[in-house]
C-alpha cells in the first residue's frame, strides 16, 4: 500500500493519476481520504490526552485518594470507550479507501498517461531476420503490423492455422476431453507439446541458476494475506478460487494462487533482512489457477485463456535503489529467452489504464508476434512495486548503520507456458501441418519436427 505520508504529500499528483485512468476512481478517493485522515488524527490526539488524564487519575488512586478519583476515572473510560469507537470506524473506512490507491510512478514517464491497451508505448521490438527495428516509443496501437505478416519459421499466412487447429490434429492438444473431464478453458496438452514445455522450462532453470536465482517451490494454496499483501486483494477478488474451510485443517480459507508471486514474497512476511543480503531473487514454476471472470466470450478458442496453466516467475527482494536494475535485468532475462527461440516480439510500456494491479509503479509486457493470427499476445509481464507489496507484507531491511525501512519487490510472469507455446506452433508450423521445433529446444524434445503423435484420439 502507499505510505500515508506520501498520500498526504502528493494528494494532487494522486488524484491525477486516479484521473488518468488508473485505479478505481470511486473506491480511490483521495478527498474521501483525507477528511477521514484529519478526523482519524484528531481523534488519536484526543486518545492520547484522555490516557494520560487516566494514568495521572490512577497514579493518584495508588496514593490513596481513591474517592476523590473513581467518579473522574469512570468519566475518563466512558469518553476513552466512545472515542475509540469511532476511531475503529474510521480507521476501518480511512484502511477500505487506501487499499484501493494504486501506487504512484517514481517518475511520470513510468507510467505513460492512456486510456487503454492501445496507448501502451513500444519501446523495443526485434525480430529474428533483422535484429532490433526503430520504435520512437509510438503507441501499439499506432504499430500492430510491425512485422511480416506471415509465421516466422514456417509458411505464408494465406494457408497459416489457429494454434488449436493443429494441435488437435497432431494430437498434442485436446481441449474436448477437458471440456468433459473440467468444463470450458482447460486443456490436455499431450505428447510433443509437454516436451516442448519441458524444453522451455529447463532452457530457464539454467540461465537462471546462472543468474544467481534461488529455486522454490511454494504452496499453491495461500491464506488472505499474502494475496492482499501482493496486491492481488481486494482489487481481482473475482479473479481467485477460493477452498471453503469445511475440508480444510483448522477451517482456514484458503485461496488457489494465480501466480508464485503472493507465495514467494510472503516468504519474507515480518521479517527483517540484512543489507548485505540483498537482493535476494527467487524463481518458481508451479500451476496458477484464474476464474477469468469478466473475459468470458473473450479468446474461447485454444488455450490463450485458461483456468488452470503452468508459469515460471522471478520474483526479486531487494533495496531500493536496486529495484530499477533488477527491472531491466528481468526483461533482459525475457528477451534472452525470446531470442534463443527466434520468436518475434515487443516489449510493450503499460499506460495509467492498462498497468495491471495497483501495486505496479511501472509495467511492461512481452508480447510475441503471431504471423498466423496478425497480432500480437503477452506472454509475459514484468513489474517493479517499488515498496508498495512490502508495505502490505512487512518486509524490511536493516541498513548497515542500524536503521530499517521497507525493501522493494519486483516481479516478472518469466514465461506463461501455455502462450509461449502457442507462439512456436504459430510461428512453426508447416505446410503439411507439422510443426518445426525450434533449435534450442530439439535437445530436450528429441526431435526437429513433431509430426502426428502415436497415439490419437478422435
Not at 398 to 426: L, P, S, Y
Request: glycine share 8%.
Amino acid at each position: 500500500m502507499l505510505d500515508p505520508n506520501i498520500v498526504r504529500a502528493k494528494a494532487v499528483e494522486l488524484k491525477q493519476l486516479i484521473l488518468n485512468g488508473r485505479g478505481n476512481a470511486q473506491k480511490a478517493d483521495v478527498d474521501g481520504w483525507l477528511e477521514l485522515d484529519t478526523k482519524r488524527r484528531e481523534l488519536v490526539q484526543k486518545i492520547d490526552l484522555l490516557s494520560q488524564e487516566k494514568n495521572r487519575i490512577a497514579d493518584l488512586g495508588k496514593q490513596g485518594k481513591i474517592e476523590e478519583t473513581r467518579a473522574e476515572g469512570q468519566r475518563v473510560r466512558d469518553e476513552l470507550r466512545v472515542l475509540q469507537e469511532e476511531l475503529d470506524v474510521i480507521s476501518a473506512d480511512w484502511q477500505t479507501i487506501l487499499d484501493w490507491m494504486p501506487n504512484l510512478p517514481q517518475v511520470a514517464s513510468d507510467m505513460p498517461v492512456g486510456k487503454g491497451e492501445e496507448d501502451n508505448l513500444v519501446v523495443k521490438a526485434w525480430e529474428p531476420d533483422k535484429g532490433y527495428v526503430e520504435t520512437n516509443n509510438v503507441r501499439a496501437a499506432d504499430m500492430e503490423h510491425i512485422f511480416t505478416a506471415k509465421p516466422y519459421h514456417g509458411i505464408d499466412v494465406e494457408v497459416a492455422q489457429h494454434h488449436i487447429d493443429i494441435g488437435e490434429a497432431l494430437g498434442i492438444i485436446d481441449n474436448k476431453q477437458s471440456a468433459k473431464v473440467s468444463g470450458s478453458r482447460f486443456t490436455y496438452l499431450l505428447g510433443d507439446a509437454v516436451l516442448l514445455q519441458y524444453g522451455i522450462q529447463q532452457l530457464m532453470f539454467g540461465e537462471l541458476l546462472r543468474r544467481d536465482f534461488i529455486p522454490v517451490i511454494p504452496p499453491l494454496l495461500v491464506k488472505e494475506k499474502p494475496l492482499y499483501g501482493s496486491s492481488h486483494l481486494p482489487e481481482q477478488f473475482d479473479q481467485i478460487y477460493r477452498i471453503k474451510g469445511d475440508n480444510v485443517e483448522d477451517e482456514n480459507q484458503l485461496h488457489l494462487v494465480g501466480s508464485s508471486e503472493p507465495a514467494n514474497f510472503a516468504y519474507f512476511m515480518d521479517r527483517v533482512i540484512e543489507e548485505a543480503d540483498l537482493p535476494i531473487k527467487l524463481f518458481a514454476y508451479t500451476p496458477c489457477f484464474r476464474s477469468e471472470a469478466g473475459s468470458w466470450g473473450r479468446d474461447t478458442k485454444g488455450i490463450k485463456r485458461v483456468h488452470q496453466f503452468d508459469k515460471l516467475e522471478m520474483n526479486v527482494v531487494c533495496l531500493p535503489e536496486q529495484s530499477e536494475k533488477i527491472f531491466t535485468e528481468l526483461l533482459e532475462i525475457n528477451e534472452w529467452l525470446l531470442k534463443q527461440l527466434q520468436l518475434p516480439y515487443r516489449l510493450v510500456q503499460k499506460c495509467t489504464a492498462d498497468a495491471g494491479y495497483l501495486a505496479s509503479a511501472m509495467q511492461v509486457d512481452v508480447e510475441v508476434w503471431l504471423g498466423g493470427q496478425g497480432e500480437f499476445m503477452e506472454v509475459g509481464t514484468d513489474t517493479n512495486t517499488t515498496d508498495y507489496q512490502a508495505r502490505r507484507l512487512n518486509i524490511k531491511f536493516k541498513a548497515q548503520d542500524g536503521t530499517r525501512d521497507f525493501v522493494h519487490t519486483v516481479n516478472d510472469t518469466g514465461v506463461a507456458m501455455g502462450r509461449m507455446i502457442i507462439a512456436i506452433i504459430d510461428n512453426y508450423q508447416q505446410a503439411d501441418g507439422t510443426i518445426l521445433v525450434p533449435k534450442a529446444l530439439q535437445t530436450f524434445v528429441g526431435k526437429s519436427i513433431i509430426g502426428p503423435q502415436r497415439v490419437r484420439f478422435k
